[in-house]
């Protein structure tokens, strides 16, 4: 009998269980399916909280409507039925003191016509007689590998990427864009230049992909995030999950391993899948075997707080979906997403909700991860004030550090993953990794991740 463990019932690993699952079911077998969780509840950076009316996710809080190849999955879940679209589009950059529009004409705060370019009330005619070298500039160095940032800068000039590109990019991507490959970001803008000779172009003629739909760019369920999770776990009827379950070591025996459970047990296994962040993958193997190819790995953290309030919605000053905090200094957080506008169903009487992002990049970061919660939340009410001028007491508020969680992709990162890769496979066959800190950081991605990894399993089995 064979035996494939997965470790770490994240959305990652429940997508590599359920694809491993519904194999077995079609071909009888005295396949054995295990999934440990050292955390009491599966679904990792996806969990939904309900309180006093409100649904907050302190986690993700949204797929990307885009990437439709899970579409599929989705109405296997049963969940087709639940889903609900974000409610509108627009988002600002808050700077000088004021909210400024992100042109809707722009993916990532790359204009997508000369229009949304023209039209920007965030850079100056200068920036914008800058950025029209994208239409006359070729490009004769760069490649997948270079820096986004300097990919962007070179073509579309310095101010339109610092006033308006980065503040939403790195938002996104967890990390400064010198630092972020063209790979690991937005790969397809290098071969727009390519093949239209400028970037602005290749989004006008792709736009219909970005900005399709009006304004349904992201999805969720009606009962939350978690409702993906649940019905992961309602399907997994005949796999053994364990829950509160960490999984401490693996060592290698002949051709088997034998991993050891925090509960003084242990699982020999054929296969593993390691769908849990890199910095706790490295620690399950013995020091010295892969210890240097975890060494480029990064990870960078992040603290969630929600404020609820017993006011309606439209106490909000102006249509849309949130901000992007300029790095100006004038607030503290990084951004704030005004989530009961966005997000329909998490505000069961129309109440205002809403949620404010504070970044381990952030200046003041080091201080604020010392502040108790309740010291956070009286800080995210003052940024409340500041940018939104409303100044309200708050009926709920949840507060969630993400220590060391939110994967950086680096301009070394490809090459960190393949020569991990390849030292796992010689030192330990028959694991894998899978998931954000290595494949992508969306939960389309994750889910891809796991499903690809598990059917490499199954052609081996």
């Known amino acids: ?37 050292a955390s009491s509840e599966l679904g990792g950076k996806i969990c939904t909280l309900k309180n006093s009316g409100f649904i907050m996710e302190s986690g993700a809080d949204s797929i990307v409507a885009r990437k439709m190849n899970i579409m599929p999955l989705i109405e296997e879940l049963g969940l087709a ?21 992100i042109p809707e004409d722009s993916v990532f705060g790359i204009p997508a016509t000369i229009e949304s370019l023209a039209k920007s009330t965030l850079v100056s005619a200068e920036g914008k007689v800058e950025a029209m070298k994208d239409f006359y500039t070729k490009n004769e160095s760069f490649s997948k590998d270079d820096s986004i940032g300097s990919f962007l800068e070179y ?82 009827d005949h796999v053994e999950i364990l829950k509160n379950t960490k999984v401490e070591k693996i060592v290698k025996e002949n051709n088997l391993y034998r991993v050891s459970l925090n509960n003084g047990e242990w699982i020999e296994a054929d296969y593993v899948i390691l769908s849990i962040p890199q910095s706790a993958a490295e620690l399950l193997f013995p020091k010295g075997d892969l210890d240097q190819e975890f060494v480029p790995f990064k990870n960078s953290s992040l603290i969630s707080i929600y404020l609820g309030f017993e006011v309606p919605d439209d106490a909000l000053p102006t249509v849309g979906t949130g901000f992007i905090t300029a790095s100006s200094g004038e607030l503290v957080c990084d951004a704030c997403t005004w989530t009961s506008r966005k997000w329909a169903h998490t505000s069961e009487k129309g109440n205002l909700l809403v949620r404010f ?30 940018s939104l001028n409303l100044e309200l007491t708050p009926i709920v508020s949840q507060v969630t550090k993400w220590s060391e969680s939110m994967p950086n992709y680096l301009i070394t990162h490809p090459k960190s993953v393949e020569d991990l890769e390849r030292k796992l496979s010689e030192i330990y066959p028959g694991i894998y990794l899978a998931g954000c800190s290595y494949y992508g950081v969306g939960i389309p991605d994750c889910i891809e991740s796991g499903i690809q990894t598990a059917r490499g399993i199954i052609e081996q089995i």
């Open 155 to 236: 073509f579309l000039g310095k101010e339109l990427v610092e006033k308006q590109i980065a503040p939403v990019l790195s938002g996104v991507y967890s990390g400064k864009l010198n630092e972020l490959t063209i790979s690991s970001t937005l790969p397809y803008v290098l071969d727009y230049k390519e093949q239209y000779g400028s970037i602005i172009k290749g989004f006008e003629v792709n736009k219909e992909k970005y900005l399709s739909g009006g304004e349904r760019k992201f999805f969720s369920f009606n009962s939350g995030l978690s409702s993906l999770i649940d019905a992961f776990e309602e399907k997994l």
């Open 357 to 386: 992002f504070y970044k381990s990049s952030n200046p003041a970061y080091s201080e604020l991860i010392k502040m108790s919660e309740e010291e956070l939340s009286q800080l995210a009410i003052s940024d409340l004030k500041k």
């Open 1 to 37: 009998m064979k035996t494939v463990l997965v470790i770490g019932g994240g959305v990652t690993g429940l997508s590599a269980m359920y694809e491993l699952h519904k194999w077995k079911k079609n071909h009888p077998s005295d396949v054995r399916l295990i999934l440990t969780e």
């Open 81 to 101: 039925e639940k889903i609900v679209y974000n409610a509108t589009g627009k988002s600002f950059i808050y700077t000088d003191g004021e909210l400024k529009p």
